[in-house]
T-cell receptor, first 114, second 107 residues
């Protein structure tokens, strides 16, 4: 099976702009979670989608949003970018979510905000 | 609230030496704990989970509810074990990660 894919892999934006990142899960995986990874804060949970519905949400401002399509692909959007949004954004997928399941991670999208 | 603490950011050992990466957690419910590993230029991947009680690549981890710990151990470290290790706590599909420990195994 193909692994989790994320596009684009690298992105440079300026403050105030908005950005959309995409995640394609492993075939058959319906749960997609997003994480932000920074040197100072480590890996932090953004949100999780399952069957096109947001099922879980972390402590991020409303500028961070996401959605999931019927084919389980997911996008996350960050509006009004700030310098502090520079990070590696990871998505992770599982067949159905839940506490016990292994999450399969994508390679990440490296976002730089200038 | 759930919280994971990995007290050591860096850990360096010699090949063949035992290694222990510490992880402590805070969680009000019954925890589901994992160790994830990221080798250089590779994706974050699952190493092991407490519910499986398995040994992967010689690593084991025992959940100690009394001490709220889930330390990762290996009796004889290998150079290929050099990587970033993250302890993670699961609440539903939400993983809470520790800050990670960079393990370096020297020849």
């Amino acid at each position: 099976k193909a692994g989790v894919t994320q596009t684009p892999r690298y992105l440079i934006k300026t403050r105030g702009q908005q950005v959309t990142l995409s995640c394609s899960p492993i075939s058959g995986h319906r749960s997609v979670s997003w994480y932000q990874q920074t040197p100072g804060q480590g890996l932090q949970f953004l949100f999780e989608y399952f069957s096109e519905t947001q099922r879980n949400k972390g402590n991020f401002p409303g500028r961070f949003s996401g959605r999931q399509f019927s084919n389980s692909r997911s996008e996350m959007n960050v509006s009004t970018l700030e310098l502090g949004d520079s990070a590696l954004y990871l998505c992770a997928t599982t067949p159905s979510g839940g506490s016990y399941n292994e999450q399969f991670f994508g390679p990440g999208t490296r976002l730089t905000v200038l | 609230a759930q919280r994971v603490t990995q007290p050591e950011k860096l850990l360096s050992v010699f090949k063949g030496a035992p290694v222990e990466l510490k992880c402590n957690y805070s969680y009000s419910g019954s925890p589901e704990l994992f160790w994830y590993v990221q080798y250089s230029r590779q994706r974050l991947q699952l190493l092991l989970r407490h519910i499986s009680r398995e040994s992967i690549k010689g690593f084991t981890a025992d959940l100690n509810k009394g001490e709220t710990s889930f330390h990762l151990k290996k009796p004889f470290a290998q150079e290929e074990d050099s990587a970033m290790y993250y302890c993670a706590l699961s609440g539903g599909s939400r993983l809470t990660f520790g800050e990670g420990t960079q393990l370096t195994v020297n020849p």
